[in-house]
């Protein structure tokens, strides 16, 4: 299924009420993902695997100059793409299922994971999000999260990283375990279900397997 750019790939839910995963994604898994999910033991889900998203802009909350020399710079257009993800998206895939989903869910990895965060505070359509290797590392993120009113928020959030993430001599990427960390004692203080993973290895260590496992924490907190 196509609207616009984006490009929605549907794995359909042997339960009509079966929760609904949104994961927004940098390139096609091909079903590698919701494979791996089977694999981990997933409780019984739909998967929509949103692709073909400009990613700096789409999934960054406000403008941000690049943070390397031959980086692209991040638009900040997060806010219209959750409206085009709340008002058609959500809503075609929804009608695409024919199924009645009993918890609606946000997932993410990198941008995305920090877009599932993002959104989180935007909205309440999302009962739980997985930030799996966030880029909780972007600037004036984590404060303005913090001050959000957190009784509006998901009350069950994941959070993982790779334990060699941080090891970066880039300045701004540094400090993403530290980010991470706050924002789940932030969450954890506020009475939010949240939970942290260190995963073994840096960003691109294998990133299928971190989304599969921040998916089945969230099912198995709404089972």
Request: proline residues 5%.
């Amino acid at each position: 299924m196509k609207i616009g750019a984006k490009t929605i790939e549907i794995y359909k839910a042997q339960q009509a009420d079966a929760p609904l995963v949104i994961l927004n994604e940098y390139m096609p898994s091909n079903g590698a993902i919701y494979q791996k999910c089977v694999e981990l033991g997933c409780p019984d889900f739909t998967l929509a695997e949103i692709t073909g998203l400009d990613w700096n802009n789409d999934l960054s909350p406000w403008e941000s100059p690049p943070i390397g020399a031959e980086d692209m710079p991040f638009g900040g257009r997060a806010d219209a793409y959750l409206e085009l993800l709340l008002g058609q998206i959500l809503p075609a895939v929804i009608g695409e299922t024919g199924a009645k989903p009993k918890a609606v869910m946000l997932a993410g990895y990198s941008l995305a994971g920090l877009f599932a965060l993002y959104a989180a505070t935007k909205c309440d359509a999302f009962c739980s999000v997985a930030s799996c290797s966030g880029s909780l590392w972007y600037p004036g993120f984590v404060g303005y999260l913090t001050a959000c009113n957190a009784e509006k928020l998901p009350r069950t959030v994941y959070l993982s990283l790779g334990d060699r993430e941080a090891r970066t001599k880039n300045e701004t990427l540094r400090t993403v375990e530290e980010r991470t960390r706050m924002t789940e004692q932030y969450l954890a203080a506020n009475g939010i279900d949240a939970f942290f993973e260190l995963n073994k290895g840096n960003h691109f260590h294998q990133g299928h397997l971190r989304i599969a496992k921040g998916i089945r924490w969230i099912l198995e907190k709404h089972r």
